[in-house]
């Protein structure tokens, strides 16, 4: 039983999944490595299909013809939501697909702006991240100070 929760204390994220832990003078990203990142974005990728598929039935089964134009608007007030959340999830799956590229071209994992370490743990929490943190975060204050 001990044993059992522990396991699922392992799992963190909204993915599941074990977070790696290096060894002792690994090399960065290296085939575990970029193995374990395949296998979270593979996983997400599938689960946002999922979704998409789930939503289209949906869409299919409520859709209905209200004679009240109050309950049309609601009904098209939702299914527009709804669309919109699988735009942002469509962008999300072409963004997961340039990720796998990345892991193909072994160019997974440094940071876009300046070639530094990107990091597991900041991987782990957003696998599509293509900028480190510092530079992240100076991206963050230009696009504050333009708007």
């Known amino acids: ?8 204390r392992d799992l963190i994220g909204p993915f599941s999944f074990k ?24 996983r997400w990728k599938k689960d946002l ?23 049309r608007a609601t009904q098209e007030s939702e299914f527009s939501l709804e ?17 796998i590229e990345l892991i193909d071209s072994h160019e997974y994992g440094y940071c876009e702006a300046c070639g530094v370490e990107i990091g597991i743990r900041r991987l782990e929490a957003r696998p599509t991240a293509t900028l480190c943190i510092d530079c992240k975060t100076l991206d963050e204050i230009r696009e504050k100070q333009m708007s």
């Open 83 to 99: 669309l919109r959340t699988r735009d942002r999830e469509r962008k999300l799956i072409k963004k997961i697909d340039d990720t």
């Open 49 to 71: 299909m999922e979704e998409v598929d789930r939503t289209v039935h949906h869409m299919q089964d409520e859709a209905a013809s209200f004679p009240d134009p109050n309950d």
């Open 1 to 8: 039983m001990a044993a059992k929760k522990k396991a699922e």
């Open 19 to 42: 977070p790696y832990h290096p060894q002792k003078d690994e090399e960065y990203m290296n085939q575990d490595q970029e193995a374990h990142f395949r296998s979270i974005l593979e």
